[in-house]
């Protein structure tokens, strides 16, 4: 078999199996890496999930950062019910619906965008559907900070609908905070809570145990094929000194 070695095609072949065992080896630490990205960020919602709320002022202090996202702040202030808005295409639970957005103005002056819940869609996609009024009065809420969505207002649309939650789209409110709330329990107001998401590891992981099992099918094939034809070069040395 060493002899097989040392010639041109087995050392190009050997070659392109060390390239392909190192990019499996490479394909299946990445996605352990995001399997394990991905029970952190779990880890991380669960433990915002059950944690106390922090005042949506103190939290956004410095401003706004990725690492904010999922939070669970809370709020005082006055529902702003003219300025309500719907975001449309908001599936849930494989139904088709809506988020209800409601402006909250704080005691200091400046606008909180609330997710209030989410609203199933009953009628046609272009017509105008009414979702149940704020409580009257001041209020103070707790729900999960959330980043506004990029979008652009798009013709065609209800008044009382927009495509995202988006200050683009969203109704012009004075000194709108730099990020929107989720509420934690819009039971008390007739509509369905909007889950936090499921982070899902098990995918990546498969992935992972994939690319190994194809890094070790690669070895074995290299393998397997070296010493099939270092046996098969055998016996024609066999044959030829039988003749």
Same mark, same amino acid.
């Given at each position: 078999m060493l002899a097989l070695l040392r010639t041109r095609r087995w050392l190009s072949f050997t070659i392109l199996v060390i390239v392909l065992i190192a990019a499996f080896g490479a394909?299946?630490?990445?996605?352990?890496?995001?399997?394990?990205?991905? @029970?952190?960020?779990?880890?991380? %919602?669960?433990?915002f999930e059950t944690a106390a709320p922090v005042s949506i002022t103190d939290t956004l202090r410095d401003g706004f950062a990725a690492s904010l996202e999922w939070h669970r702040v809370s709020v005082s202030g006055i529902w702003q019910a003219d300025a309500q808005v719907l975001? &449309? &295409? /908001?599936?849930?639970?494989s139904t088709n619906g809506f988020w209800v957005m409601t402006p909250l103005r704080t005691p200091v002056g400046s606008t909180v965008w609330v997710n209030r819940?989410?609203? #199933? #869609?009953?009628?046609?996609?272009?017509?105008?559907i009414s979702a149940p009024e704020p409580a009257p009065g001041e209020v103070t809420i707790t729900g999960y900070l959330r980043a506004y969505e990029s979008g652009s207002r798009q013709s065609g649309l209800p008044a009382s609908q927009v495509s995202a939650?988006?200050?683009?789209?969203?109704?012009?409110?004075?000194?709108?905070?730099? !990020?929107?709330v989720q509420l934690a329990d819009p039971s008390q107001t007739g509509l369905i809570p909007v889950p936090p998401p499921e982070v899902d590891d098990s995918r990546n992981l498969s992935y992972a145990g994939q690319w190994l099992l194809f890094a070790l099918?690669?070895?074995?094939?290299?393998?397997?094929?070296? /010493? &099939?034809? #270092? &046996?098969?070069?055998? !016996? @024609?040395? %066999?044959q030829r000194e039988g003749s």
């Open positions: 394909l299946s630490r990445w996605q352990w890496s995001r399997a394990q990205d991905k @029970q952190i960020e779990r880890a991380a %919602l669960e433990g975001v &449309r &295409r /908001r599936p849930q639970n819940g989410w609203l #199933a #869609a009953r009628e046609s996609a272009g017509s105008v939650p988006s200050l683009d789209e969203l109704p012009r409110e004075p000194e709108p905070l730099a !990020a929107y099918v690669a070895v074995g094939g290299w393998f397997f094929f070296l /010493r &099939r034809e #270092a &046996r098969d070069d055998a !016996a @024609q040395r %066999l």
